[in-house]
């Protein structure tokens, strides 16, 4: 059996094989409906989806959407996030209601962070998602968990009447009190655009390790159908850029992430040194040519660098015709990576004034 914990560090080794335990179905079934796709979808990064027909049709019928996602604040937010701030600027350009969350609750009772830190992170995440391009506009709603206001909170506690102990523990295993209140939480932050707005179409762009959540989210809305008549959120689920070293991408792991305001010359290093496809020397390289698939540079030019599909299919095939070679190919990596960090840094602090007089801070911390 395929075991997600979303507080877990377990890497996901077969996609298929978690879709088919788990009912996620193909995102290649609905990449046809969407106009514009995400480079994303197209590229199988966004991998699986539930229920994404209700949001095709949304968008097609210029009904109202709302798209709610959350980011945990237990570190420097690095290129793992920028992904996630990707997909939901790409939402906001398609008229959906926004909703993000700065899971600073979680981050305290699960993660043990301090609360100034996590204010601290949260307001790093916030600043360069609206340096990404993000508009805090009439229809955006960026809060932190522990500042957002009663409704949401008392939701969040009603909702324990609609689940047992036992399902949680088969979802989440052992259980600890954070666990059980940060997961009523992130029910209430998934539920938070049909409690503000009404029964309203709601897509939750998460990681597979996310879907436990969206899980335990769908059962409790259906079993408040009397009282709130939700529609079952919708998700997709995108793929982890695997770590610099060949690992996992963790933030307790400095090697394995760039952050987003990683000095120039961390990010030479760090990418001189990442795990690649290439050959051992030189003329086997050229003769066999390399490793696209599993090569962590690579996939660097696929989540953030090559937005063109035809050049990225180009370094793919060079690559594996041996046409490409490592030292060249970083370099190239390297120059891109510090153009894109460097203009995303120049938009940041006034990005974290606006970001400061729009969201409510927590008190206290
Ligand atoms: N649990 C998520 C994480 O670990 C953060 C989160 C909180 C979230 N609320 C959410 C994600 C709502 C999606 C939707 O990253
Ligand atoms: Fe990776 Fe580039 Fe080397 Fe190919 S040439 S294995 S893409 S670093």
Redesign the pocket.
């Known amino acids: 059996m395929v075991k997600l914990d979303?507080w877990g560090s377990a890497q996901i080794e077969s996609y298929e094989r978690l879709m088919r335990e788990f009912g996620i179905l193909p995102f290649s079934d609905v990449l046809n409906k969407v106009v514009d796709p995400h480079p994303y979808m197209r590229r199988g990064i966004i991998y699986g989806h539930r229920d994404f027909e209700r949001i095709l049709d949304a968008m097609k019928k210029g009904k109202g959407y709302a798209m709610?996602?959350?980011?945990?604040p237990s570190g420097k937010p690095h290129l793992g996030h920028k992904m996630v701030m990707n997909q939901i600027v790409w939402y906001q350009k398609r008229k959906a209601i926004l909703y993000v969350?700065v899971?600073d609750i979680?981050a305290y009772t699960v993660r043990r962070i301090d609360r100034n830190k996590c204010v601290n992170f949260g307001l790093e995440y916030l600043s360069y998602l609206v340096a990404s391009g993000l508009e805090l506009d009439d229809n955006t709603v960026i809060y932190f968990q522990s500042a957002k206001n009663a409704g949401y909170h008392a939701f969040s506690k009603l909702a324990a009447r609609k689940v047992t102990f036992n399902e949680l523990e088969a979802i989440y295993g052992t259980l600890t009190p954070g666990k059980i209140v940060s997961a009523l939480t992130?029910v209430a932050?998934?539920l938070l655009p049909q409690l503000e707005h009404g029964p309203i179409p709601t897509v939750?762009p998460?990681g597979s390790d996310?879907d436990p959540?969206i899980r335990l989210t769908r059962d409790i809305a259906s079993r408040f159908k009397a009282e709130y008549r939700f529609i079952l959120p919708s998700s997709t689920y995108h793929k982890f850029q695997t770590g610099l070293d060949g690992g996992k991408m963790s933030s307790s792991k400095p090697s394995s992430y760039i952050a987003l305001n990683e000095r120039e010359e961390e990010i030479r290093k760090k990418i001189m040194n990442a795990f690649t496809g290439g050959r051992v020397t030189l003329e086997e390289q050229k003769r066999l040519g390399g490793n696209p698939e599993i090569c962590t540079v690579f996939e660097l030019f696929a989540y953030h660098l090559e937005m063109d599909d035809k050049a990225l299919e180009e370094i793919y095939r060079s690559c594996k015709e041996g046409r490409r070679l490592c030292g060249p190919c970083k370099k190239e990596c390297i120059e891109k990576l510090v153009e894109m960090l460097h203009t995303l840094n120049e938009k940041k602090e006034e990005a974290m004034e606006r970001v400061k007089e729009f969201v409510v801070l927590p008190d206290g911390a």
Do not use: L, R, S
Not at 68 to 72: D, E, N, R
């Open positions: 979303p709610m996602t959350g980011f945990m969350c899971a979680e992130q932050d998934i939750v998460v996310q959540h």
